[in-house]
């Protein structure tokens, strides 16, 4: 049974940082880029980061994010710093497999990110 189980979520200041985590079981954890995605209330899912050949951010965490993997322990991490109110959202953990005729996508269930003074 696949399982995307994502953790570290919260209440922060603004300034603040948190570290997520997503726990991956049921699949070739290796074999899949990873991503972190996240919905704020009112606005579309948006990629966030994510990591499979090459790392890649949205403008507007650069500098502030960073996505690791650790294929030893099947997590991926999302380290936030000097958070904004703006990051306020759902975050949620994506793993996708390209083939050449499909993909193969699992997400997670979420965690609650709030940014507030």
């Known amino acids: 049974q696949v399982q995307l189980v994502e953790s570290g979520g919260g209440l922060v200041q603004p300034g603040g940082s948190l570290r997520l985590s997503c726990a991956a079981s049921?699949?070739?954890?290796?074999?899949?880029?990873m991503s972190w995605y996240r919905q704020a209330p009112g606005k579309e899912r948006e990629l966030v980061a994510s990591?499979?050949?090459?790392?890649k951010y949205v403008d507007s965490v650069k500098g502030r994010f960073t996505i690791s993997r650790d294929n030893a322990k099947n997590t991926v991490y999302l380290q936030m710093n000097s958070l904004k109110l703006e990051d306020t959202a759902v975050y949620y953990c994506?793993?996708?497999?390209?083939?050449?005729?499909?993909?193969?996508?699992?997400w997670g269930q979420g965690t609650q990110v709030t940014v507030s003074s």
């Open positions: 049921g699949f070739t954890f290796s074999s899949y880029a």
């Open positions: 994506y793993a996708e497999r390209l083939f050449s005729v499909r993909a193969i996508v699992y």
């Open positions: 990591v499979g050949g090459s790392t």
